[in-house]
T-cell receptor
């Protein structure tokens, strides 16, 4: 079982719709959870992080964490073409950050 | 602040050659990391360091070596390059003090091809 699992996609959503990205992790000792966005040929950039169970909202983005079920998700409201990118889920245990393989999101006009 | 700086940005190596990827950060971060990213894949941790003089293996350390003599620098050494090491390499750093978000700050990446 992979430590961090994501559906590779592509996930295609129309402009203005909600995109839902999911991630599961195996280590119950995981302490914090991150969503990074990576445009093609660029380095990852942090979108959100979450520590506690529940929802965390930042603008059009909402991260959701359920430690009992070991999953974390990212919702993107009012999706824009500029949101088209690969979204990497990352899980932190001690000083190490482990990444999933990423989900490619395509926002269509 | 320049952030995390990696050099070179591109390099082509022949099989069996060796080289060092340089990484330096000016944010006084104590944690530093080397990841590799193969096409269409996520990032795999090669080595990491929690401070000067301290390094540890990540998920895929074979064929690589690191050192951390200063807080700022974390070079990655490739010995006897193999085609399987063709990848994009990212150096990253983070701050373990307060506030500690755990956010990684990435360099722009180094694209390495081994032929």
């Amino acid at each position: 079982q992979k430590e961090v699992e994501q559906n590779s996609g592509p996930l295609s959503v129309p402009e203005g719709a909600i995109a839902s990205l999911n991630c599961t992790y195996s280590d119950r000792g995981s302490q914090s959870f991150f969503w990074y966005r990576q445009y093609s040929g660029k380095s990852p950039e942090l979108i959100m992080f979450i520590y506690s169970n529940g929802d965390k909202e930042d603008g059009r983005f909402t991260a959701q964490l359920n430690k009992a079920s070991q999953y974390v998700s990212l919702l993107i409201r009012d999706s824009q073409p500029s949101d088209s990118a690969t979204y990497l889920c990352a899980v932190k245990v001690a000083s190490k950050l482990t990444f999933g393989t990423g989900t490619r999101l395509q926002v269509t006009l | 602040n320049a952030g995390v700086t990696q050099t070179p940005k591109f390099r082509i190596l022949k099989i069996g050659q060796s080289m060092t990827l340089q990484c330096t950060q000016d944010m006084n971060h104590n944690y530093m990391y080397w990841y590799r990213q193969d096409p269409g894949m996520g990032l795999k941790l090669i080595y990491y360091s929690v401070g000067a003089g301290i390094t540890d293996k990540g998920e895929v350390p074979n064929g690589y070596n690191v050192s951390r003599s200063t807080t700022e620098d974390f070079p990655l050494r490739l010995e006897l390059a193999a085609p399987s090491q063709t990848s994009v390499y990212f150096c990253a750093s983070s701050w373990s003090g307060q506030p500690n978000t755990g956010e990684l700050f990435f360099g722009e990446g180094s694209r390495l091809t081994v032929l």
